[in-house]
């Protein structure tokens, strides 16, 4: 079974070119990777037809990095990747302080592909400000 046939395709993420000079795509769960990465950095009102889509995690920052800040971006985490990645039921999202940058989270998304049923894992920096 092809994962790219069922989990889709589409140009990868961040855009790049590929060795053959052309648009480089990604397939399957990487595919879906890039996909949560996406959403997760997509501010809200970013898109003019679909200013509702994304995460909007840049309104955290200059926010301070206190437990309190940290369990919104989980709430956020969660409500956005519910609501614009169908391929995957998140399971757990983890937001703890960056250890080597007093003004970063490091958020970490455990979820599972529907489709295939397989555990995967990414994770990201949010930057904060104070």
Not at 7 to 15: A, H, K, N, V
Not at 36 to 63: A, D, N, S
Request: net charge neutral; no cysteine; glycine share 10%.
């Amino acid at each position: 079974m092809d994962p790219g046939r069922i989990l889709g395709r589409g140009i990868s993420f961040p855009p790049r070119v590929g060795v053959d000079g052309r648009v480089a795509w990604s397939a399957g769960e990487e595919n879906v990777r890039e996909a949560i990465q996406v959403v997760l950095k997509t501010e809200l009102l970013e898109r003019l037809r679909l200013p509702e889509f994304g995460g909007g995690l840049g309104r955290y920052l200059l926010e301070p990095n206190t437990a309190t800040t940290r369990r919104q971006i989980k709430d956020r985490i969660v409500k956005a990747l519910s609501a614009w990645e169908p391929r995957i039921r998140v399971e757990a999202v983890d937001v703890e302080a960056d250890g080597e940058d007093a003004e970063a989270a490091i958020a970490t998304i455990v979820y599972r592909v529907v489709a295939t049923q397989a555990q995967e894992r990414v994770s990201l920096t949010v930057l904060l400000g104070a």
